[in-house]
C-alpha cells in the first residue's frame, strides 16, 4: 500500500546521458506511443490540432542554456520522466493506495483502477512526473515500461522500456542500480551520475550523467597542422623563373 | 498553484463548520430544542456542504470511498476519517440536544478534539508538501486551525471572544505571509539544482518540452493572481479581522453580527484564493517560472 518499502530486491531505473541527449524528441514519442496502446487508459489529447492543444505524456524534453562564467554558452537537450524515487512523495501521500512502490524492484506504479484523481501525488513530486489524464480523470506516470520488461512474448532485446529502446543517440540506459557491477551503476560512477534536487531528500533512482567538458579553441587544435597555409613562394622550376623574371626592370613588387 | 473554486469553498466552508461544531461540542450550557437544531444546521450545512464541494475537483469521485483506507501515511486519506467520524459523534450529540434535551459533555469534547483533528488534517494535506515551501510550515496548521476556531466562535455569538480571536487571527495571517514569502529562497531551490546543471555555470530555460501549457503548468504554475497580490492582501485582512471586529462592538448584535460573519467568509475565502494563488511549486523551476 501506501507505506514505503524499507528496501525493494532490485532497484530499477534509468541513466540519462546529457552529453549524447540530442533533443530529438523519440523518446516523448516512443513513450507516448507504447503507453497509448498498452498497459493501462490511453494518454488522452485535448484539441490536438485546435488552438492550446494539451495532452498526457509520461516523458518530456526540456532544453536548457547553461552559460559558464567564461566560455561559450552550452545547449543541454534535458529528457525528464518519473525517477522511481526511494523515498516517494507521491506514494506516501495516496489516500487510496492506487500509488505505490514495488518492492521486488523498485518501480512506482499507479493501480488506475483505486485511483480518485485527487492529483495529491502530483502536487507532492518535485519533478513533474505525474500527469492527471483529462480524459479518463486518474493520474499517469511512466511505468518503466513494466509491460515490456517482463514481456516474454516479445523479443529479448525489446525488453527494455521503449525510451531507451528508441533513443537513437544512445543517451538512455536501463538495469538495476541495487547491482554494483550493473552498466547503469558503473555508468553512473565512471561519469559522476548526479540526481535532481537533491535537497529534496527523495533519493531517486534514476541518475543524470552531466555533459563531459568541452574542448577549448586557445589549446592547439588536433586540426592545426592541416589548416597551415599554403607557401605562397614557388619553388623549383618556377622559383628560378620567378627569380629570374623579378630581375628584369618594370615590375611591380609593391603592388603585388 | 491553481486556486481552484471547489478547493477554496471546501477548506473555506468547512474550517467554518468544524469549528462551530468544536464550540458547541465544549458549550458548558449547550442550546437546546429549536435553537441547539438551528446552530447544529447551520455546522453541518458548512462542513458537509464543504467535504462534498472538494469531491467536485476528483477525477474519479465515485470512487471516493476508497480514500479511508492509507490513513497510516496519507494526511488525505486521515481527513477523510476525521471528517466522518467528527459528523457522527456530533450527530449523536446534537441529536440529544436537539430532541431529548440531554446535554452529554463527554461526547461534546470528543466531538469538538475530532472537529479540530479534521481542521487540523486538512491543514496538513497542504502543510506536508515540501514541494511548496510556502505551504510546508508549522505555521500553516496554526493558520487554518486559528481562523476555523474564530470562525466558530464567531458563528456561535460569542462576542467577547470572538472579537480576541479575530485580531489574533489577522495577526497569525499577517505572520504567515510574512514567512511565507521567504520560504522559496531559503529552501535553496534552483534552476541549478532542479537540473543538476548549477556547478556547469548559469541555466536558463531555452525551450519548454511543448508549446501550449500542460498539466503541470495550469495546476501547478498559477501566476496570474501574483500581480494583484499586495492588494488582495489588504482586503482579505480587512474583510476577515478588521472589519467584523468593529462590527462586533456596535449594537444591534443580531444584525451586525450576521454582516461580522458575512465578511469574515469573505475574508477567510480571499485569504484562502490568496494561499493558492501565491503559492509557488518547485516543478515551476525545470520551466524557468516560479
Known sequence: MTELPNLTEKKLGLVIDLDTCVGCHACVISCKGWNTENYGVPLSDQRPYGDEPMGTFLNRVHTYEVQPDAGPAQTVHFPKSCLHCETAPCVTVCPTGASYKRVEDGIVLVNESNCIGCGLCAWACPYGARELDQEEGVMKKCTLCVDRIYNENIPEEDRIPSCVRTCPAGARHFGDFADPDSDVSRLTAERGGIDLMPEMGTQPVNKYLPPRSKDSWRDESLLAPYLEPVSEQPSGFLGWVDKQLSRLPGDQKENL | ?290
Open chain 2, 1 to 290: 498553484m491553481h486556486p481552484a473554486r471547489s478547493i477554496i469553498l471546501f477548506t473555506t466552508l468547512s474550517g467554518l463548520g468544524f469549528g462551530l461544531l468544536a464550540w458547541l461540542g465544549v458549550d458548558r450550557s449547550p442550546p437546546t430544542g429549536w435553537v441547539a437544531f438551528v446552530f447544529f444546521a447551520i455546522a453541518y450545512a458548512l462542513a458537509v456542504g464543504g467535504l462534498l464541494a472538494s469531491t467536485f475537483h476528483l477525477g474519479r469521485p465515485e470512487r471516493a470511498w476508497r480514500a479511508f483506507s492509507q490513513w497510516k501515511t496519507s494526511w488525505l486519506s486521515r481527513e477523510g476519517i476525521c471528517a466522518v467520524a467528527t459528523l457522527l459523534v456530533m450527530a449523536v450529540y446534537g441529536a440529544a440536544l436537539v430532541f431529548a434535551d440531554t446535554h452529554m459533555p463527554v461526547l461534546g469534547f470528543l466531538g469538538a478534539l475530532l472537529a479540530l483533528s479534521t481542521v487540523f488534517t486538512t491543514s496538513m494535506i497542504y502543510g506536508q508538501l515540501q514541494t511548496v515551501p510556502r505551504w510546508n510550515s508549522a505555521l500553516t496548521p496554526f493558520l487554518f486551525l486559528t481562523l476555523s476556531v474564530t470562525g466558530g466562535a464567531l458563528l456561535s455569538g460569542r462576542v467577547a471572544v470572538a472579537t480576541i480571536l479575530l485580531i489574533v487571527a489577522g495577526l497569525v495571517q499577517i505572520l504567515w505571509w510574512r514567512k511565507g514569502d521567504k520560504a522559496f529562497e531559503e529552501r535553496g531551490h534552483t534552476m541549478g539544482t532542479a537540473t543538476g546543471l548549477g556547478h556547469e555555470g548559469e541555466v536558463r530555460s531555452m525551450a519548454h518540452p511543448h508549446t501550449s501549457p500542460n498539466y503541470l503548468m495550469r495546476e501547478m504554475m498559477y501566476v496570474v493572481g501574483r500581480k494583484h497580490a499586495q492588494k488582495l492582501r489588504v482586503t482579505a485582512l480587512l474583510l476577515m479581522s478588521v472589519v467584523p471586529a468593529i462590527l462586533l462592538a456596535l449594537p444591534a448584535p443580531h444584525l451586525f453580527g450576521l454582516l461580522a460573519v458575512l465578511s469574515h467568509i469573505a475574508g477567510v475565502a480571499a485569504s484562502r484564493w490568496l494561499f493558492f494563488a501565491e503559492a509557488e511549486h518547485v516543478v515551476g523551476l525545470y520551466y524557468g517560472a516560479r
